[in-house]
């Protein structure tokens, strides 16, 4: 434990475990977002999804004011870019050529969650900025101590980013798909949005569906038996099959399992059963919703059955949102499909910290010309919605 100054002190801890739940959670739970409580970051931990072996090792700083726990930087020291999806491995060929050692690097993301929302779990009433600048400092003094090249916060919470751009880092521009909800009250609403061939393809895709004789039931909390949480890691690792190198199968099966102990009221399935057989999803996909915010996650079917993938990750949750006034609906990464059914492109950022001074010359003038391109792509994307003309 390091005395910064009377009353304050940090400790860096390599496991969640260390600090008890409801401390954890007392900063935590105010969040809109699920994904820094206490509960999933330690089932990604003892799962053995987010470990050293898997180059997520934990690395989270605590900030005390005697013995009150007053903050905490989730964090994790990485030795690759995988499971991030924001990418800079261009940034680490560059720190090779000029040989900087870029790995391993420091992050402030939850790991394998490409949602928009992460930040330092601060008491309530306690200055931002002043707890901020402590944590930072703290950080900075970690990250030269051991030859960091940089820190990285990932997905960051738009509230919270120019608190760090007033620490002094760079903010790097991207886009998610995000559903916001314009006071729709039922399915058609949401519908007329759309141009009229849009809305014929849409009903056309739920009808394919219906027509092979599938229901999409939404399940939640207790209404979930224990076995759909092991039978949707089956679901999301065949999915993950499919695409090879590409598939990105960071979870294991225990931490599906393990979410059904503690967790399983953030859980909400859409599981696609036969009419005439109530046993056993064909299909399911997986969400998170806290407050009026859904999360769209993994999901997996095994047989090729016509836009089950549409209907069970995009318009069922669309309709369940709908009905239980969540406010907006971020459906994971990635777009082909999202952009022609109503998701228009949102900016999200990172923030970056380099302390390699060659590193930090080349890369920030970069950013900025980036940044520039893509509030351009961003605009360009959401021009070619197919909205009807009004909501153009």
């Not at 690759?80 to 940034?91: K, L, P, T």
């Amino acid at each position: 434990m390091e005395q910064l100054k009377p009353r304050y002190s940090t400790v860096w801890i390599n496991k969640i475990a260390e600090v008890p739940q409801d401390a954890w959670d007392a900063l935590a739970m105010p969040l809109k977002t699920p994904f820094l409580e206490w509960q999933w970051l330690n089932h990604l931990e003892t799962s053995q999804s987010a470990t050293a072996k898997t180059g997520w090792l934990p690395n989270h700083l605590t900030l005390w004011r005697d013995r009150a726990l007053i903050a905490i930087a989730p964090l994790y020291l990485k030795g690759h870019s995988y499971g991030e999806f924001v990418f800079d491995h261009q940034w680490a060929e560059l720190a090779d050529r000029i040989g900087v050692q870029y790995y391993p690097k420091l992050l402030g993301m939850t790991p394998f969650t490409p949602a928009e929302g992460y930040r330092f779990l601060i008491a309530p009433g306690e200055d931002e900025d002043e707890i901020t600048a402590i944590i930072v400092h703290e950080i900075d003094a970690f990250c030269t101590k051991h030859r960091i090249s940089g820190c990285h916060f990932l997905y960051v919470d738009p509230q919270w980013q120019p608190v760090l751009e007033r620490q002094g880092f760079t903010s790097w521009l991207h886009h998610s798909y995000i559903w916001e909800n314009l006071g729709f009250q039922t399915f058609d609403d949401y519908l007329g949005l759309f141009n009229a061939n849009q809305r014929r393809n849409i009903k056309r895709e739920r009808k394919a569906v219906e027509k092979v004789g599938l229901r999409l039931q939404p399940l939640t909390g207790d209404e979930i038996p224990r076995s759909l949480f092991s039978l949707m890691y089956d679901f999301y690792a065949d999915t993950c099959d499919k695409f090879g190198w590409w598939g990105s199968k960071y979870l294991t099966k225990q931490f599906f399992e393990q979410l059904h102990s503690d967790y399983r009221h953030r859980v909400l399935f859409f599981a696609a059963y036969h009419e005439q057989d109530n046993r056993q999803p064909v299909g399911m996909s997986f969400c998170l919703f806290k407050g009026d915010r859904l999360y769209g996650r993994y999901w997996g079917s095994f047989q090729e059955i016509d836009c089950l993938h549409f209907d069970a990750c995009y318009y069922a949750p669309i309709e369940w949102a709908i009905a239980n006034n969540i406010e907006s609906f971020d459906p994971g990464a990635g777009g082909r499909h999202k952009k022609r059914r109503g998701f228009p492109a949102m900016p999200n950022h990172s923030l970056h910290r380099f302390y390699n001074n060659r590193l930090a010359k080349i890369i920030r003038p970069y950013i900025k010309e980036v940044n520039q391109l893509e509030q351009q792509e961003i605009e360009a994307m959401n021009a070619e919605l197919p909205f009807s003309q009004k909501e153009k």
